[in-house]
């Protein structure tokens, strides 16, 4: 069973994707945490050690970006999926480029979602 800690700034998009995966997932993946900012996912990810973190990019204070550095300083295997919203394609390739692994679109659909959480693991 794989751990997730879903980062997004929007409560109801944190919401959402926990909803998703928990459904989608059918308890062989567990949401075991949620941040609502960069300096919150990071302190999350040591204290949880998830084997997953869905990150937003855009975020108050420090963005996603920011947290992606510092839990890849951290751990530099850290599975890390940008979830961020259509025009945001040079951002999305900083942050593979700093090494999160994949990235799904805003508004997100399901299927994208599993795609890309089961491509994780295999």
Request: charged share 25%; proline share 3%; net charge neutral.
């Amino acid at each position: 069973m794989a751990k997730i800690l879903i980062v997004d700034d929007s409560k109801f998009m944190r919401l959402t994707l926990k909803n998703l995966i928990e459904k989608s997932f059918n308890g062989t993946h567990e949401v075991v945490g949620e941040a609502g900012t960069a300096a919150e996912a990071v302190e999350k990810f040591l204290v949880l050690k998830p084997d997953l973190v869905t990150m937003d990019i855009i975020m108050p204070v420090e963005s996603g970006l920011e947290a992606v550095k510092k839990i890849i300083a951290h751990s530099p295997t850290a599975k890390i999926v940008m979830v961020s919203a259509m025009g945001q394609e040079k951002i999305v390739e900083e942050a593979i480029a700093l090494g999160a692994k994949s990235f799904v679109i805003k508004p997100v659909k399901t299927e994208e979602l599993i795609k890309t959480i089961e491509k994780m693991f295999s």
